[in-house]
Structure formats: structure tokens, C-alpha cells
């Protein structure tokens, strides 16, 4: 089995997500990107936007049910 440090070092963070939007769209922007690899490209774009939205709505969700309290407030 793999150690759970192990495994939370080797999840994608949120920050992950963001950063691989950022470089589809300057490899976008800058025509890095072949128009037969557009379709493909942009559908993964749409799958990471799709999972930061649902991340960001995660997180606030659990914000209203902690009560916008941090474990160091309780």
C-alpha cells in the first residue's frame, strides 16, 4: 500500500489545474497549437476549467458548513 504522504505529494492541487489552463492558453495565444490538434486540446481546456470550477465550488461549500472557521479558530 502507498504511504499517504506519498499520496497526497502525488495528487494534482488546484494550483496543478491552474497552471495547465495557463499553458494551453499562451500555447494557444502564441500558435503552438496545430489546428488539427485544436479539437483535442480544447476539449481537455473545457474538462480542467470544468474541474477548477467544481474545485472552487468544493471549497466553498465546505467554507459554509466549517462556518468560515479555520481548525486554529475552534
Known amino acids: ?25 499562451a500555447t494557444a495565444q502564441r500558435g503552438a497549437i496545430r489546428p488539427t490538434e485544436m479539437k483535442a486540446v480544447g476539449e481537455l481546456y473545457e474538462k480542467l476549467e ?8 468544493e471549497q466553498k461549500q465546505k467554507e459554509k458548513t466549517d462556518g468560515g472557521l479555520s481548525k486554529t479558530d475552534n
Do not use: A, C, R, W
Open 1 to 25: 500500500m502507498i504511504p499517504m504522504k506519498d499520496m497526497i505529494e502525488k495528487n494534482l492541487m488546484m494550483s496543478d489545474y491552474m497552471t495547465m489552463v495557463k499553458v494551453i492558453q
Open 50 to 57: 470544468f474541474h477548477l470550477k467544481k474545485l472552487e465550488n
